[in-house]
T-cell receptor, first 113, second 113 residues
Framework: KQEVTQIPAALSVPEGENLVLNCSFTDSAIYNLQWFRQDPGKGLTSLLLIQSSQREQTSGRLNASLDKSSGRSTLYIAASQPGDSATYLCALTGSGNTGKLIFGQGTTLQVKP | DGGITQSPKYLFRKEGQNVTLSCEQNLNHDAMYWYRQDPGQGLRLIYYSQIVNDFQKGDIAEGYSVSREKKESFPLTVTSAQKNPTAFYLC????????????FGSGTQLSVL
């Protein structure tokens, strides 16, 4: 059974720092992996989607990488800002099903001014 | 202005009562999903629908029911059989069979009186 783990559960950094959020999964047979942002009491916003054939995706200050062989994905945030404070969740779609996402528990990030 | 609309934002359920959460999308997406989010946990899939008049159970379907009579609407009923309904409920949609980015509504917080 596929399991998705995000460590740490919470992270606090000073403004301007570059940081990496981690996501690990137990079964490398995935179709794609997404990173989401969730603000308190709100829905999720998709940040980046990486297909299984890709190694990374970039959007602005965000870069997501995927290493299927090691069962890992990372979300790199450059020059963090207080507005980046939120919970970040990774989720993947298995190769054998049609769209069911399996989510990690999320990492809650606080960027201090 | 396209998107997914969930209503109400807050909902209270009395003992033994059924309640229905609304989800409407004007994105012309085929697939729609209901997720449940509990504090400190990742999202868990309740039901999903890939086409009108068809839906499938997710990982935690017991105590819930859905319908998909129209492409744009996917209401979720929390029945009295669901003994622990207090949670944040999120509706999502995607263009095809869910292998693209998911778009989420803003959520409904359900509490038991």
């Amino acid at each position: 059974k596929q399991e998705v783990t995000q460590i740490p559960a919470a992270l606090s950094v000073p403004e301007g720092e570059n940081l990496v959020l981690n996501c690990s999964f137990t079964d490398s047979a995935i179709y794609n992996l997404q990173w989401f942002r969730q603000d308190p009491g709100k829905g999720l916003t998709s940040l980046l989607l990486i297909q299984s054939s890709q190694r990374e995706q970039t959007s602005g200050r965000l870069n997501a990488s995927l290493d299927k062989s090691s069962g890992r994905s990372t979300l790199y945030i450059a020059a963090s800002q207080p507005g980046d404070s939120a919970t970040y969740l990774c989720a993947l779609t298995g190769s054998g099903n049609t769209g069911k996402l399996i989510f990690g528990q999320g990492t809650t990030l606080q960027v201090k001014p | 202005d396209g998107g997914i609309t969930q209503s109400p934002k807050y909902l209270f359920r009395k003992e033994g009562q059924n309640v229905t959460l609304s989800c409407e999308q004007n994105l012309n997406h085929d697939a729609m999903y209901w997720y449940r989010q509990d504090p400190g946990q990742g999202l868990r899939l309740i039901y999903y629908s890939q086409i009108v008049n068809d839906f499938q159970k997710g990982d935690i379907a017991e105590g819930y029911s859905v319908s998909r009579e129209k492409k744009e609407s996917f209401p979720l009923t929390v029945t009295s059989a669901q003994k622990n309904p207090t949670a944040f409920y999120l509706c999502a949609s995607s263009p095809g069979q869910g292998r693209e980015k998911l778009f989420f509504g803003s959520g409904t917080q359900l509490s038991v009186l």
